[in-house]
């Protein structure tokens, strides 16, 4: 079935450090692609997606690649900010759309 | 205002006890999910539903149930509840003609814990 594959953390960076958070995928056919972010306290926000193959999302200096070659869309940022703190969630939805496939989560902290 | 809500945010309860945690949605979106949040296990998929005459299992379904009264409202139901059910648990909406472009949008989550 289709499933997600999340690089584990905990992730603690220095501030303007540059970030990769690793996710490869699963899944038949053609899914989309999303990465989102859950900050203290509150629900899961969309950050970005990718809905084909070579799409690049990109959204406040964060971008992933739809690679089908490799079936990964590694979140990157050039340079992490003390507010990047959170836990990072890369996900799919099948081509039916019916359901989401949810990574384990990466905590990322930013030291100043 | 929010456009998915949850009530309550914060619920302590003791074992075999019946509790009821809500979803309210302003999106006018049909496809509702509720979702459970574990450490190290990211986010699981409990139940879904497709409009109000629909009703899916998810993947943790077994110890829940869930109503959907209407299009804008999904309750999830915990008849007995037990300590292995504290979690964070999350409501989801998705809108649009299915399709595998759009995104779900979450509410802020409930903290249960049984005791």
């Known amino acids: 079935g289709d499933s997600v594959t999340q690089m584990e953390g905990p992730v603690t960076l220095s501030e303007e450090a540059f970030l990769t958070i690793n996710c490869t995928y699963t899944a038949t056919g053609y899914p989309s692609l999303f990465w989102y972010v859950q900050y203290p306290g509150e629900g899961l926000q969309l950050l970005l997606k990718a809905t084909k193959a070579d799409d690049k999302g990109s959204n406040k200096g964060f971008e992933a690649t739809y690679r089908k070659e490799t079936t990964s869309f590694h979140l990157e940022k050039g340079s992490v900010q003390v507010s990047d703190s959170a836990v990072y969630f890369c996900a799919l939805t099948s081509m039916t759309g019916n359901q989401f496939y949810f990574g384990t989560g990466t905590s990322l902290t930013v030291i100043p | 205002d929010a456009d998915v809500t949850q009530t309550p945010r914060n619920r302590i309860t003791k074992t075999g006890k019946r509790i009821m945690l809500e979803c309210s949605q302003t999106k006018g979106h049909d496809r509702m999910y509720w979702y459970r949040q574990d450490p190290g296990l990211g986010l699981r998929l409990i139940y879904y539903?497709?409009?109000?005459?629909?009703?899916n299992k998810g993947e943790i379904s077994d110890g829940y149930s869930v109503s959907r009264q209407a299009q804008a409202k999904f309750s999830l139901s915990l008849e007995s509840a037990i300590p292995n059910q504290t979690a964070l648990y999350f409501c989801?909406?998705?809108?649009?003609?299915?399709?595998?472009?759009?995104?779900?949008?979450f509410g802020p989550g409930t903290r249960l814990t049984v005791l």
């Open positions: 989801a909406t998705r809108g649009g003609q299915v399709s595998s472009y759009n995104e779900q949008f």
């Open positions: 539903s497709f409009d109000v005459k629909d009703i």
